[in-house]
């Protein structure tokens, strides 16, 4: 491990943190509100470690970055830039104590976009950009960012794009990966323009559309209204944002496909095909469902019902409606949607849906071969047999993501916390969802939580984000050794 060579990435990461806090800055000073003076001494405290970290251990030639190296550079890289992240927060003194607004860091830059905030209409304009805009560097990933830039530095990127896209197998666009990567934030920053655009003409102002546009692009989910999208109350604004949410959803060398001229493209991913089909299955269900013990009108019970399915699958986490009053089996289908989550390459979070169908396939392949022991069977995606060590990967994530979260369940639990919020926090957690059930719904917040159950879910935030797998190695003593 050449921990010189990780600390100087690390610290370029902090310093480009620090430059992009010149935005929230610019909100601060045009709405003359209290969080420029927090804002500033953050951005010269994070460009100054950053600068610190890169002076300090410069001079390293790398040519290459092992697989080791890389995993180190996403964990640590993730978890200084949610602790420089939380600066503006704690120093604005709106978030409450450290661990809060740690909290809050983390829960954007993962793009979970679970809460502590009580009355967020309260703060500050400058503090609430800031809390969204990180989530829109979160969401297509600061460390796939910096993949693009990698390569000037004569250094090649794959195990960092390995360790950060959100897929089983990462998809190259391009034969270099800085262009795979700069393909990938200009598919990204074009849809999120498309969705600015369309929130303005609908009424909504500048500063409201471009916070609502980056938190639903990266399936974030924060809002600047304490009511979430339900404060706008317009069937316009829940269509436009249910069909950005999808297309966050979907895998986004599917939207470079489609750009480039291949309009069938999202009919051909099976995985496509497989998310677009279980949504519509799930609004259906949840649609009839709410119809008459909810609302009134199947008009009603299916703008509801649609746009907090599609919320909870694409693990966005807006909401339109308090979802604990509907009856249980909708409540239930929302918890399981936390699991399931979008597709593999997209910026949701949850198991994928890649994976799903990769373990669906498996059983049958299991119970086929009861039936048929001498069968020689393939599992196969999209007509492509699918290499057995991958197969092994997507099983182990599996059960790694079944094990880590009844042990986090247990934990939360073990600190008082009542048995339908432990497990809906930590399930909105891992999923990066946002609101729960119980103590943390879609009215509440996760202020109540206990100091030590933020610090068990500020963890499971980190784990759903990478991959698992990316944080879980660095506790293997092997990971560590020569």
């Given at each position: ?27 601060g ?34 040519q ?41 860091s ?24 800031w ?47 800085r262009?795979?990567?700069t ?26 559309a ?38 966050a ?5 599917l ?20 998310f ?40 966005t ?64 995606i ?5 290499p ?71 963890g ?23």
């Amino acid at each position: 491990m050449r921990w010189s060579f990780i600390l100087n990435i690390v610290g370029m990461l902090i310093f480009f943190l620090g430059i992009c806090m010149i935005f929230p800055l610019f909100f601060g000073l045009y709405y003359k509100d209290q969080s420029v003076i927090p804002l500033a001494q953050s951005m010269g405290i994070t460009i100054a470690s950053g600068l610190s970290l890169i002076i300090c251990f410069r001079g390293t030639k790398v040519q290459y970055i092992s697989h080791r190296e890389g995993m180190a550079i996403v964990a640590i890289g993730w978890t200084a830039i949610g602790l420089f992240g939380a600066f503006p927060f704690y120093l604005g003194a709106e978030f409450g104590t450290f661990v809060d607004a740690f909290f809050e860091s983390v829960s954007g830059f993962t793009t979970t976009g679970s809460s502590i905030l009580t009355n967020i209409e309260a703060v500050s304009k400058g503090l609430l950009f800031w809390r969204s805009f990180i989530q829109w560097l979160g969401g297509m990933g600061i460390i796939v960012l910096s993949v693009a830039i990698l390569p000037f530095l004569g250094v090649g990127g794959m195990q960092l794009y390995k360790a950060e896209v959100p897929s089983p197998v990462p998809d190259k666009l391009k034969p270099r990966i800085r262009d795979t990567a700069t393909v990938l934030w200009k598919v990204y920053a074009l849809i999120s323009l498309s969705e600015i655009i369309l929130l303005m003409i609908g009424g909504m102002d500048l500063y409201d559309a471009l916070c609502h546009t980056f938190t639903t692009m990266p399936t974030g989910g924060f809002s600047t209204k304490n009511a979430s999208i339900a404060y706008f109350d317009s069937i316009y604004f829940d269509t436009v944002i249910i069909i950005f949410m999808l297309l966050a959803g979907i895998n986004f060398s599917l939207h470079y496909q489609f750009l480039r001229g291949k309009p069938l493209a999202f009919w051909r991913d099976s995985e496509c095909r497989f998310f677009f089909g279980t949504v519509l299955l799930l609004i259906v269900i949840v649609t009839f469902n709410i119809y008459g013990t909810v609302y009134e009108t199947i008009g009603r019970a299916l703008r509801f019902g649609a746009f907090q399915v599609v919320s909870i699958v694409t693990t966005t986490g807006y909401v339109t409606a308090d979802y604990e009053l509907w009856p249980s089996m909708s409540q239930i289908i929302l918890l399981l949607c936390m699991f399931l989550g979008a597709s593999a390459g997209s910026t949701g979070g949850g198991m994928k849906c890649l994976r799903v169908m990769l373990y669906l396939k498996y059983c049958y392949k299991e119970l086929f071969l009861l039936i048929h022991p001498r069968a020689v069977k393939h599992i196969k995606i999209g007509g492509v047999t699918v290499p057995e060590d991958v197969v092994r990967s997507v099983l182990g994530f599996m059960g790694l993501y079944i094990g880590l979260f009844a042990f986090s369940t247990v934990l939360i639990a073990s600190m008082g916390v009542d048995f339908i919020t432990s497990i809906a926090s930590v399930a909105a957690t891992m999923g990066n969802i946002g609101p729960g059930l119980g103590m943390v719904g879609p009215v509440d917040n996760f202020a109540q939580i206990p100091y030590l159950g933020k610090w068990v879910l500020i963890g499971c935030m980190l784990l759903g984000r990478l991959e698992i797998y990316t944080v879980i190695i660095l506790f293997v003593p092997e990971f560590w050794r020569r």
